[in-house]
């Protein structure tokens, strides 16, 4: 208890502030550093814009020479309008909507199992080196392989769709939570059973925080897996969602729509990067890589 | 990980405990797949359920549909040979983009934005964009795999030559190590594990954007065939062509593993002399 204290207990009290208002407030106390980073930071940030509106550029002059027939490549400005017009309809949010649902009701799945799952394997040395054959088996076996298995058992329905956005992302997070609980340190275990701490104790206190930044990196990891695979089975499956819209265009066809639809999933892939990165800051706030990143 | 017997320990190494030892980890291996496949044979004994035959059926139907010479030929090796060049692109692209990108601190503020869109982008999304834009051919499927696997390979190169260590750089650069020289010697070696990284999610990426393409739009082919079986309700030879599947997915990540040590052989050397 003593020990583990030590370790957390000055990471809330100089890094909390910083994580939860950013990286503003944290500047405060080293102003002199920032005024060395300001403005190359915001160069990158001009050149980054630039990138993204020469891209667009690119894009626009390609298709008004029309390189490509243009009903197989809408210009870029057509494109953003009609995205501007799906943003209008009803029938874009419920789409969004459903693919959302799935992707998060496969996540929550998929993690909570893992983290049972690999929590108890990962504790009982016996069941560990039982399970690791198997294991390292059904891993690389890709997703889509059980796509028709899904669609014969469950339908074209969500519960196919979440059979396969379920099984990828288990398997990130639980090897995650495998290496996470086989690395605790052994002289913590030994300290904490020396204090008399017991096991619920000890699973709180060292195996937890120990497992913890390998738990969230499989979390980050199987968020965005996750989203590939919801899309991938309403595009495949046709379950409905943003995947399945897609396909409706792809085979109207309507190409603005199409591209429109695909810049949608590239944001919506960035919105889940971002949120899972933020959660991971504010997660593991008191650990060594996260307060470093502040530091420097 | 759980990689067999614990050899920390090195207790006297007497013959017999040495051959209880490996039979342990033997019986370790093929326990519970055994036991599995025992359980699935046990329960589906006798079954008249459509959609979960027995193993027997399943391997007979696997021997007779995929070991056949026509299915090889038309639908197995192409699609294998598919997959092979699409990651060898891939990887071909990524490196040398990558590296071009990394080395180039402006090219890279430049283009960072772009090319994290672009890897958030659901691989999967961009096959009807491509069936648009190049028609239903191998060209297009070539595409498909090379846009999804391109990315993680290209964005750790990025992320490898960017972090080599700048005082290796200097000491080579006041040798007067410079171009291919350096490349060669100090800039791809020091980006390798990040390289090789990306290189394994490219080849997972790739295995699944292989059989999608197939199962899109196409008359042959893996992800062709399984998909046929399903609508046929050719169950059996569909839980064979998922067994395959899954076996070139454990043989592309068998021989991933092997190449890595060797390339990287001296990176997991120096990473075990770090620990010790």
Redesign the interface.
């Known amino acids: 208890m003593q020990q583990i204290d030590t370790v957390t207990g000055p990471g809330p009290g100089d890094v909390a502030p910083g994580a939860r208002s950013g990286a503003g407030a944290r500047a405060g106390g080293r102003a002199g550093g920032r005024r060395g980073v300001a403005p190359r930071a915001g160069?990158?940030a001009v050149?980054?814009?630039?990138?993204?509106a020469?891209?667009a550029l690119t894009w626009e002059l390609v298709a008004w020479a029309e390189v490509?027939n243009p009903a197989?490549?809408p210009r870029f400005s057509t494109t953003a309008a009609r995205l501007v017009t799906e943003l209008g309809e009803p029938r874009f949010w419920s789409a969004l909507g459903d693919t959302v649902v799935t992707w998060a009701l496969g996540l929550g799945i998929a993690v909570v199992a893992a983290v049972v799952a690999g929590a108890v394997i990962g504790l009982v040395?016996f069941l560990?080196?039982?399970?690791?054959?198997?294991v390292?088996?059904?891993?690389?076996?890709?997703?889509?392989?059980?796509?028709?298995?899904a669609?014969?058992?469950a339908g074209l329905s969500r519960e196919a769709a979440l059979v396969i956005v379920v099984y990828a992302p288990f398997w990130q997070v639980f090897i995650q939570v495998?290496?996470g609980v086989?690395d605790v340190d052994t002289v913590a275990d030994d300290t904490a059973r020396s204090f008399g701490l017991g096991r619920l104790q000890r699973l709180r206190h060292v195996v937890l925080p120990t497992a913890l930044p390998y738990v969230i990196t499989g979390f980050r990891l199987a968020a965005?897996i996750a989203?590939?695979l919801t899309?991938?089975a309403e595009?495949?499956i046709g379950n409905p969602g943003i995947?399945r819209q897609?396909?409706v265009?792809?085979s109207a066809?309507d190409?603005p729509g199409?591209?429109a639809?695909?810049l949608v999933?590239?944001?919506?892939?960035?919105l889940?990067?971002l949120v899972t990165r933020l959660v991971e800051r504010r997660v593991l706030h008191w650990h060594p890589s996260v307060r470093r990143e502040g530091v420097a | 990980m759980a990689a067999g017997p614990a050899p920390a320990r090195p207790t006297s190494a007497r013959p017999m405990s040495a051959v209880r030892r490996a039979l342990a980890s033997l019986g370790y291996a093929v326990g519970l797949p055994v036991l599995l496949v025992v359980a699935w044979a046990l329960a589906t004994r006798g079954t008249t359920n459509l959609y979960y035959p027995p193993p027997s059926r399943v391997l007979t139907a696997f021997v007779s549909t995929w070991l056949s010479p026509d299915t090889l030929v038309r639908d197995v090796l192409p699609s294998l040979g598919r997959f092979a060049v699409g990651v060898l692109l891939s990887i071909v692209i990524g490196v040398v983009v990558g590296t071009a990108i990394g080395a180039t601190p402006w090219l890279r503020a430049l283009l960072e934005p772009m090319l994290e869109f672009f890897r958030a982008i659901p691989p999967v999304v961009l096959v009807p964009v491509l069936m648009l834009l190049l028609g239903i051919d191998d060209t297009m499927k070539l595409a498909v795999i090379v846009s999804g696997s391109v990315w993680p390979v290209l964005l750790n190169t990025i992320e490898g030559v960017r972090g080599t260590d700048p005082v290796l750089v200097d000491t080579s650069r006041s040798y007067r190590v410079r171009g291919l020289l350096a490349y060669r010697y100090v800039v791809l070696p020091a980006a390798s594990p990040q390289i090789m990284a990306g290189v394994r999610l490219a080849l997972s990426i790739g295995l699944i954007l292989m059989v999608i393409s197939e199962m899109f739009a196409s008359s042959s082919g893996l992800g062709y065939q399984i998909v046929y079986f399903q609508r046929q309700y050719m169950v059996a030879e569909m839980w064979s062509g998922i067994l395959l599947l899954g076996l070139v997915g454990v043989a592309v990540a068998a021989v991933f593993q092997l190449v890595e040590r060797r390339v990287l052989h001296w990176y997991h050397g120096s990473r075990e002399v770090a620990r010790a």
Do not use: C, K, M, Q
Not at chain 1, 128 to 134: F, I
Not at chain 1, 136 to 149: C, D, G, H, K
């Open positions: 160069g990158t050149l980054g814009t630039l990138g993204v020469g891209f490509v197989y490549l040395p560990r080196r039982a399970t690791h054959s198997t390292e088996f059904l891993r690389p076996i890709p997703s889509v392989a059980i796509i028709p298995l669609v014969l058992v495998l290496y086989g965005s989203l590939v899309i991938t595009l495949v995947g897609i396909d265009y792809r066809p190409a199409l591209y639809l695909v999933t590239g944001l919506l892939g960035l889940v990067n």
